[in-house]
């Protein structure tokens, strides 16, 4: 698959497709180190943190795709890529949460794509994410 652009801060609130309980979310996928090409739910929502010295954080939280599937991610999978359908970035997997007494991952954790780029096209200037020809 290409990967083609980021998702858009503004799209990422409004997701367009529903799952099979009927709530609003993305489809995203990521091929990781340990667990492979897995599918994920993704409801659009981002998480502000803030630490002691006030450094905010955003996230997404990335949910297994359903019961039978399995987790979306897994302890080796941090770096990995999460794209949508469309081969757009949504963002990079740096963590995840067990369930209590639980050891299988139920919610992953990324830093959304476009907070990424802003980060890159500040030290970057001239980063180029949308060329096709090399």
Not at 90 to 111: D, N, P
Request: net charge neutral; aromatic share 8%.
């Amino acid at each position: 698959m290409r990967i083609r652009g980021v998702v858009a801060k503004e799209k990422l609130a409004n997701p367009d497709t529903l799952d099979s309980e009927g709530q609003p979310c993305f489809v995203v996928m990521k091929d990781g180190c340990s667990t492979g090409l897995t599918l994920g739910r993704s409801a659009g929502l981002e998480s502000y943190l803030c630490d002691e010295n006030g450094v905010r954080s955003i996230e997404l939280a990335i949910y297994n795709y359903d019961k039978q599937s399995g987790p979306f991610s897994a302890k080796g999978d941090s770096g990995s890529l999460i794209v949508n359908a469309k081969g757009e970035m949504v963002g990079l997997l740096h963590s995840g949460k067990a369930k209590a007494g639980m050891t299988a991952i139920y919610v992953t954790y990324a830093t959304p794509a476009w907070r990424l780029l802003e980060w890159i096209k500040a030290v970057y200037p001239n980063a180029d994410f949308t060329r096709e020809i090399w």
